[in-house]
Nanobody
Framework: VQLQAFGGGLVQPGGSLRLSCAES????????MGWFRQAPGKEREFVAA????????AYADPVKGRFTISRDSAKNTVYLQMKELKPEDTAIYYC?????????????????WGQGTLVTVSS
């Protein structure tokens, strides 16, 4: 399984970005997917997750109402639409594939990780 995340960049506070994560060599449609982030000097933290069929989602409290996770099984891709970005959203964002099919917020329940994409929110 290979995961490749892209779409990061520099954005002003209040702006928007959409991250994408494409999976190859795996069974994308059978597993839940998630996004995590790691800011400088901090632990990697959960951001959002989506079930195998998209019927269930979960979000960390700091991003609720601003971020939306979605998936396109035809393209083996999961997305993270981010709006109303804040400086505290600055981090490296990682996509990951869960061991199971249903939403989980536990980092230990994710087996495969992408390389990360940097999001910087600054004026």
């Amino acid at each position: 399984v290979q995961l490749q995340a892209f779409g990061g960049g520099l954005v002003q506070p209040g702006g928007s970005l959409r991250l994408s994560c494409a999976e190859s060599r795996g069974t994308f449609s059978n597993n839940a997917m998630g996004w995590f982030r790691q800011a400088p000097g901090k632990e990697r933290e959960f951001v959002a997750a989506i079930s195998w069929n998209g019927s269930g989602t979960a979000y960390a409290d700091p991003v609720k109402g601003r971020f939306t996770i979605s998936r396109d099984s035809a393209k083996n891709t999961v997305y993270l639409q981010m709006k109303e970005l804040k400086p505290e959203d600055t981090a490296i964002y990682y996509c990951a594939r869960a061991l199971g099919s249903w939403v989980t917020t536990e980092r230990s329940r994710y087996r495969y990780w992408g390389q990360g994409t940097l999001v910087t929110v600054s004026s």
